[in-house]
């Protein structure tokens, strides 16, 4: 192995960076050159690529957002597509190839590897639902962002005695929700994976107001509902006045967190051995505290669930679901 490649792809996170670093540093190393492709699979299909140096990857450690720009490419999706990125990567002599994304960039990453090209992934998305590794890059500094967001929201919620809903990321999953709820301590989170019921959850939140609570953080997940359908449907049952805030993108960005420099380190690192011994087809993932080989196949097939006692953790700490 000769030359490498490295791209991030998707809804970017804060570690891709870090990541990338990782890669780029280990793979020169190993007296790999290592090509970084820009705008993930739009950048192979347009050979349009950076040879990477090691000072190319200076000061980016704890830079959110990613140098090698994230793009989603839909020409990519396609059989033609993946045809023509594998030609192409064979014509700049790329022997292998890092994706670091989400769930849909590991399938294009698996699409590569079926039609013969090297590949290891990198989980790498705040939605942290990727099978296979217990925490994506970008979850930890994601979760410190929302957790700051609702800290500083809950300094005027008390001064004002309101109900704030505040919807949070997390296109089909709710575990930026249900974690934001137990390290903000809200009074109840909306996530997909749980049914909820509205007038329940209005019954409670009105019990707690007549107890004196004068205040109240209610979190939603976007892939559960939007902040303003559970406003309308509850404004008028719960005692509060409320309002509404509604994250967004300040949830991808940001100076990266100690946790996710560390695991983007080690993941980018053990991505490059992977492929150095021959691997091919496999996420590195992190699984109870180790770093492990994930194969695409699992990935591909498997769902991440939630961890159904982060519901009973959040019930019995007072969290209404
Ligand atoms: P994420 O990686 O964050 O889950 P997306 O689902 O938007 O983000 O996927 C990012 C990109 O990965 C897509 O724009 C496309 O280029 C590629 N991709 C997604 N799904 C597939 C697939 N089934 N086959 C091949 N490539 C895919
Ligand atoms: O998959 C990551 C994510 O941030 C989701 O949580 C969110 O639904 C989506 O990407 C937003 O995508 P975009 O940046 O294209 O609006």
Redesign the pocket.
């Given at each position: 192995m000769k030359r490498i490649g490295v791209l991030t792809?998707?809804?970017d996170s804060s570690g891709m960076n870090a990541a990338i670093r990782a890669v780029v540093r280990a793979g020169i190393d190993k007296g790999l050159e290592v090509y970084g492709f820009i705008q993930?699979?739009?950048g192979v299909l347009d050979k349009h690529y950076k040879v990477m140096e090691s000072s190319s990857v200076s000061g980016i450690i704890n830079r959110g957002g990613t140098i090698l720009k994230s793009?989603?490419?839909?020409?990519?999706?396609t059989d033609r597509g993946?045809e023509e990125g594998l030609d192409t990567l064979r014509d700049l002599g790329v022997d292998g190839l890092v994706v670091i994304?989400?769930?849909?960039?590991?399938?294009?990453a698996?699409?590569l590897h079926e039609l013969g090209m090297p590949v290891v992934g990198i989980p790498a998305?705040i939605d942290n639902d990727v099978y296979g590794t217990d925490m994506a890059i970008g979850v930890d500094t994601c979760l410190n962002t929302i957790t700051w967001a609702i800290d500083t929201i809950k300094d005027t919620a008390s001064s004002h005695e309101r109900a704030f809903i505040i919807e949070v990321m997390g296109r089909e999953s709710g575990y930026l929700a249900i974690m934001s709820s137990l390290s903000c301590g809200a009074e109840a989170a909306i996530v997909p994976e749980f049914p909820y019921d509205l007038e329940k959850i209005g019954e409670k939140l009105a019990e707690r107001f007549k107890e004196g609570k004068t205040d109240s953080i209610i979190i939603v997940a976007e892939g559960a509902s939007s902040a303003y359908t559970i406003q309308r449907r509850l404004k008028n049952h719960i005692g509060f006045e409320t309002r509404i805030t509604v994250l967004g993108h300040i949830q991808r960005g940001g100076v990266t967190s100690v946790f996710d420099r560390t695991l983007a380190s080690r993941m980018g690192v053990e991505a490059v051995n992977a492929l150095t011994d021959g691997k091919t087809g496999v996420m590195i993932g992190l699984s109870k505290n180790k770093y492990v080989e994930v194969p695409f196949a699992d990935v591909m097939e498997k769902k991440k669930e939630l961890d159904p006692k982060l519901f009973d953790l959040a019930r019995a700490l007072g969290v209404i679901l």
């Open positions: 792809s998707g809804g993930g699979y739009a793009a989603r490419c839909e020409e990519f999706k993946q994304g989400g769930d849909g960039s590991l399938r294009g698996n699409a998305t």
